[in-house]
C-alpha cells in the first residue's frame, strides 16, 4: 500500500494566518493527489483534484502544489470557517489511501 | 449533482455480518464513467477505503478487509451494497459511500452524509 503521511498532525493558527499542510507519499504518485476538508459531523468535501486543480466553487484562498512524493496544501489567509480536519488522498494505485488528517483549530 | 444515501442497521453483534446499502440519484448510476465506493472512519480517526465497484461489475477491495467484504450492485434499484462478515468491535465506524468519476483524474467528488455501524452485543 502506498502510506501518506501528513504533517502537522494538527495546527493552531489566527484567522488571516496563512497556514500550510504537507503530505509526502511513500512512493512516487505523480500528481494524482487530492485534498479533501472534514467539517465535524460531516463527510469529506473535495477541494483539491490533482495536486493543485481547485474544485468547482470552493474559495481561492485554497490551493495545492507538488508532485511525486511531496505535496503542499495551503490556505491563504485562514477564516474561520476554514476550522475542520483536511487529508490527502491518493490514486496513483489501489488500495486507495489517505492521510491520517491535520486537525486546524483556530487560536 | 449525483446524490447518495447510505441506509442499513446500526447496530450488528461481533461475528455476525454488517449490510448496508447506498442508494444513488436517478440518472447518475448507470454512468460507466463513474466507480461506486464504501470508506469507513472509526470515530475520531481517519478515513480507511473499503473498495469500489464499477455499473460493469468489476470491483476491487482494500487487501485489509478482502477476505471479509463484498461490494454488489442493483442497476434496477441504483444501489450498491456493503456486506463485511465475521465483525468485531473495531469495525464499528461511520460508513460512507461515495462516488468517483474514473478517468485520467480520479476524486471522490460526492458523498453520502454516512451511518454509524457499532458491532456490539
Known amino acids: 500500500d502506498i502510506q501518506m503521511t501528513q504533517s502537522p498532525s494538527s495546527l493552531s493558527a489566527s484567522v488571516g494566518d496563512r497556514v500550510t499542510i504537507t503530505c509526502q507519499a511513500s512512493q512516487d504518485i505523480n500528481n494524482y493527489l487530492n485534498w479533501y476538508q472534514q467539517e465535524p459531523g460531516k463527510p469529506p468535501k473535495l477541494l483539491i483534484y490533482d495536486a493543485s486543480n481547485l474544485e468547482t466553487g470552493v474559495p481561492s484562498r485554497f490551493s495545492g502544489s507538488g508532485s511525486g512524493t511531496d505535496f503542499t496544501f495551503t490556505i491563504g489567509s485562514l477564516q474561520p470557517e476554514d476550522i475542520a480536519t483536511y487529508y490527502c488522498?491518493?490514486?496513483?494505485?489501489?488500495?486507495?489511501?489517505f492521510g491520517q488528517g491535520t486537525k486546524l483549530e483556530i487560536k | 449533482q449525483v446524490q447518495l444515501q447510505e441506509s442499513g442497521p446500526g447496530l450488528v453483534k461481533p461475528s455476525q455480518t454488517l449490510s448496508l446499502t447506498c442508494t444513488v440519484s436517478a440518472g447518475s448510476f448507470s454512468s460507466g464513467s463513474y466507480s461506486w465506493n464504501w470508506i469507513r472512519q472509526p470515530a475520531g480517526k481517519g478515513l480507511e477505503w473499503i473498495g469500489r465497484i464499477f455499473t460493469s461489475g468489476s470491483s476491487s477491495y482494500n487487501p485489509s478487509l478482502k477476505s471479509r467484504v463484498t461490494i454488489s450492485l442493483d442497476t434496477s434499484k441504483n444501489q450498491f451494497s456493503l456486506k463485511m462478515s465475521s465483525v468485531t468491535a473495531a469495525d464499528t465506524a461511520v460508513y460512507y459511500c461515495?462516488?468517483?468519476?474514473?478517468?485520467?483524474?480520479?476524486?471522490?467528488?460526492?458523498w453520502g452524509q454516512g451511518t454509524l455501524v457499532t458491532v456490539s452485543s
Open positions: 461515495a462516488s468517483a468519476l474514473a478517468g485520467t483524474t480520479e476524486s471522490f467528488d460526492f
Open positions: 488522498q491518493q490514486y496513483d494505485d489501489l488500495p486507495r489511501t
